[in-house]
């Protein structure tokens, strides 16, 4: 018995030991190339046993899908008298303006936000100081798409301005007219945005609420607001239409109109604002601009020249010649 276990384990032996050397003796038949010396078979051997890696081209950096810039403008005038005969003040004015966006678009959804700052006064010395802009604008919506042309989408809108405004009436010296969060506008509004070219916008909120408030209390009355009301509520419909063009290489349009219906005031009384900015390039580096904004609120009590107070259209018109810069994507 001992015997038969012995053999059986030299004949499994010698089976493992042919079996390797006839894979041996194939991987050196693969390899193996006439002519070569023992040394080059070697490595010819060796070298085999590694993979080749796939070694592609690199990608370029995947486009963004968020796009952004900004506009500033600036404008400057001086005017300086030394006994000058027909009378006059010397005078310096300013104004800035800008204008940045950020957007998102992927698919079906996009999300467009704009912030517009403005800033400017006139100084005419043995005069007052006097502002002659001032104005915080945000902007921000988000759409999705639910048909061809049309989103289901949701609007953000704050207004309001930097500094204190003051009117000059002659019996009075100075009387503040509006301030910081005095007043200052935020609204929301749930509805639909249709976009039939790329260039006009046309949102729609039959669910719009308003909040007017108004921090300074001698402000509130002419805001419409109570004297003990610095905050109030309108809930209502809105209709805004967004236009933006480039008429040509060196003049762009950009319009925004917005309409309001109170549902808890008075429905019939329509709130309209309506912002125009038309910028045509002068060079590189200048322009000339006009920008334009009509207002119509009938909460909003204003005196005439003779200090009687009543709801009135209301009218701003700056045009500038100066300095104009674009970073990012803005395209003017």
């Known amino acids: ?24 003796t194939q991987i050196q038949d693969r390899h193996s190339v006439p002519g070569l ?42 005017m300086s008298l030394t006994n000058w005969a027909a009378g006059g003040y010397s005078s310096v004015a300013l104004n800035a303006y800008v204008n940045t966006f950020k957007t998102y678009e992927a698919g079906d959804m996009f999300w467009e936000n704009r ?43 704050f207004r309001s301005q930097f500094s204190n405004s ?29 976009k039939p070219v790329r260039a006009v916008s046309v949102n729609f909120s039959p669910l719009t609420s308003n909040l007017v408030v108004v921090t300074k209390e001698s402000l509130r009355t002419k805001y419409g607001n109570r004297i003990d009301q610095p905050a109030k509520l309108e809930l209502g419909a809105q209709l805004k239409v967004d236009y933006k063009q480039q008429l040509s290489k060196d003049v762009a349009v950009a319009s925004t109109l917005i309409l309001f219906s109170d549902f808890l005031g008075k429905p019939q009384n329509i709130k309209v604002n309506w912002d125009l900015f038309v910028d045509t390039k002068i060079n590189k580096y200048f322009s000339a601009n006009i920008r334009t904004n009509l207002i119509y609120d009938d909460n909003i009590l204003i005196p005439d020249k003779n200090s009687v107070l009543d709801k009135r259209v209301q009218f701003k018109e700056i045009l500038s010649i100066g300095f104009s810069h674009t970073f990012g ?4």
């Open 166 to 194: 003051f009117n000059y009436p002659v019996s009075t010296g100075k009387t503040l007219v509006s301030g910081p969060f005095s007043p200052a506008y935020f609204s929301l509004g749930v509805g639909l945005d249709y």
């Open 37 to 78: 010396s023992k040394s080059h078979q070697i490595i010819l051997n060796l070298t085999s046993q590694f993979s080749i890696p796939d070694l592609k081209k690199p990608e370029g950096p995947k486009k963004s899908n968020w796009k952004s810039g900004a506009l500033l403008q600036m404008g400057f005038s001086q």
């Open 115 to 157: 912030l517009q700052l403005a800033w400017g006064f006139i100084n005419s010395f043995g005069e007052n100081f006097k502002k002659s802009d001032d104005k915080i604008i945000f902007d921000s919506k988000y759409g999705y798409r639910a048909w061809k042309k049309i989103f289901f989408s949701t609007a953000f809108n």
């Open 329 to 332: 994507q803005y395209k003017k």
């Open 1 to 24: 018995m001992k015997r038969l276990s012995i053999f059986f384990t030299a004949v499994l032996f010698l089976s493992i030991s042919l079996s390797a050397q006839d894979a041996k």
